[in-house]
């Protein structure tokens, strides 16, 4: 049992026949704050890529059926059980023959919140799946961090073969825009009865929902399920058209009871096989890839500058004379920017 | 007849004396493109800014009574009757001894949409007032050109001596939130009757709102004007509590048959003498001058970027390999940032 980290080509080599020792001890690499561990995963992720096993036709307009992987966002407010719907979901997806990755982006999971599936017990029969492959969220300062490692995750369980991607987030804020942008298709789950004023849900993230499940429409709860079925398939009618053509289904299930689960994995397939058609999936992963390449420019090039000494140097000597209103916020970043050679 | 520039020295001079042909032109040395003229006016702000004639009481903290200007942001849906309330506002301040100056941040007026405040005829006895200067918005290809020739001109008016500084906005969108971000206070007009849905307002901007006033409450429309009142002072006590501490004032006014004006001056005057004592105003103005210099560092920074020609190569030599889904983007971003040798 050595402790020595395996080289690139071992990675490699080990994530393409699927070992999930190496595909976490990669993941690992990903997450890590080490210079040494981002390069090596940079690496492996580069040449994963490159490689001429991987298949990009759902990105280059080279429609294949099925495309390699669909990336699906899982979201919906807190005891809406999101752990237990994955888990029938991914016990489902497992019964077809499919290959279940699960992620989680939480960047409160790092406060001591506790984590999104950090509990796998949650989980139990798909943990226990050799076809499935369970992450927690990365724990990080910042949900950019989170973000860009868990996107580089998602090409990492790609290239181990997962075709189906589940990405589960909190569900109260700005981390559904961020999974919204790394995901083909968006999920809400909601709970029976209430409307989203009640279950805590902003009107933007209903907005950005695909399909809207109304989960726990069991025992007593089925007419309030089918209440909540009905206010939604109205406040989805007001709706804007979506720019992917899709009209968003509105769905009820049981994930104790296992009832409507293939429902909602029917719908998913049919909105893929829309979007495919139309040219939509495609372009939005471009779409997708170009905005990870300019928050990455935006980003290393921030990182760069207020790290520079002589950029501190003058910010620290220039910033009490702009908030003190002595001198003008224009002159004063000029300058600075000076600093910096520009 | 010279149509040579003045120097800055002379432009100082001419500013101070209010002489408003030379406020006039520096304002178009702000507003220019060309590099000469930027450095100009550049130097001509900071002279004004760190002049010991300067007041910057208001910004210090050192609570001077009154401090020297105030910033206000009057916005409303097209057709609320902007032009006419600025010509009974301004005209009330005249005669009050006031200074005033009269802005506009208009970003589509660049796109021939007719640009407000570009016909000074709305504002036939303000424009013809020896204490007043009307400057219509500058014309710019996005809304951060306009932003920021905008606030730049307010030190200009604000040096030539007048105190109060009323900036327009179209109502309809982003300017708001950008004209809020360099104002003590924001004024919003309604119409009578509709509430916020049917006059095209966003609920964000009500939120902004520091005064409320119900404009045209005249003839058969005074019953319509105080529904509005009613509405629009039920909203705001459902909105969370602003953090200046100031509750919202809702009023009701005729621009045309001049009734309401006062008290509306006086509630923007109680509004700063609220937030004046409990250090609001102060913060605000911090705050604005630190999200300018950001948002002029950030500009800047991008600017020099992508315009530095190797990071142009890479950038087209990778970015169709990104959208391809071949090259991971955060990878490719650390090639583009090495090529401009951070």
Redesign the interface.
């Known amino acids: 049992m050595s402790r020595r980290l395996p080289t690139a080509p071992e990675f490699i080599a080990g994530i393409r026949a699927g070992n999930r020792v190496v595909l976490g001890q990669a993941i690992t690499l990903v997450e890590s704050a080490r210079p040494e561990h981002q390069a090596l995963a ?1 690496e492996i ?2 040449q994963l ?2 490689a001429a096993g991987n298949d ?1 036709s759902h ?2 307009g080279t429609i294949r059926n099925p495309p390699s992987a669909i990336r699906i966002a899982i979201t919906g407010a807190p005891g809406v059980g999101k752990s237990t719907f994955i888990e029938a979901l991914g016990m489902y997806l497992v019964e077809q023959g499919k290959k279940v990755a699960v992620l989680a982006v939480d960047p409160t999971s790092s406060v001591s919140k506790g984590s999104i599936l950090g509990d796998k017990t949650r989980m139990e029969r798909l943990s226990a799946s050799e076809q499935a492959f369970i992450r927690p969220s990365p724990s990080g300062e910042s949900l950019g961090g989170v973000a ?1 490692k868990t ?2 995750t998602i ?1 990492l369980v790609e290239a181990a073969g997962y075709d189906t991607v589940l990405i589960e987030t909190v569900g109260v804020g700005q981390s559904e825009i961020t999974v919204h942008s790394m995901t083909d298709v968006f999920l809400l789950l909601l709970l029976p009865g209430a409307g989203d004023e009640l279950q805590g849900i902003k009107r933007g993230i209903v907005e950005m929902a695909d399909i809207l499940a109304v989960n726990k429409a069991d025992g007593d709860r089925v007419k309030l399920a089918n209440q909540a079925r009905a206010y939604y398939l109205n406040a989805t009618h007001l709706l804007a058209p979506k720019t992917s053509g899709w009209t968003p289904r509105v769905l009820t299930c049981s994930s104790q009871e296992n009832t409507g689960i293939a429902e909602i994995w029917h719908a998913i397939v049919e909105y893929q096989q829309s979007t495919l058609e139309n040219g939509f999936f495609t372009e939005n ?2 779409r997708q ?2 905005y ?2 300019r ?8 990182a ?2 207020f790290s520079h000494p002589a950029v501190q140097a003058r910010l620290s000597e220039l ?1 009490p004379e ?13 300058i ?2 000076k600093e ?1 050679e ?1």
């Open positions: 940079r992720i580069a890529l490159n990009p990105v280059t860009r996107r580089e090409l992963r471009r890839a170009e990870w390449f928050e990455a420019l935006d980003a290393g090039l921030k760069a500058f910033e702009v908030l003190a209103g002595r001198v003008s916020p224009f002159a004063a970043a000029e600075v920017l910096f520009l």
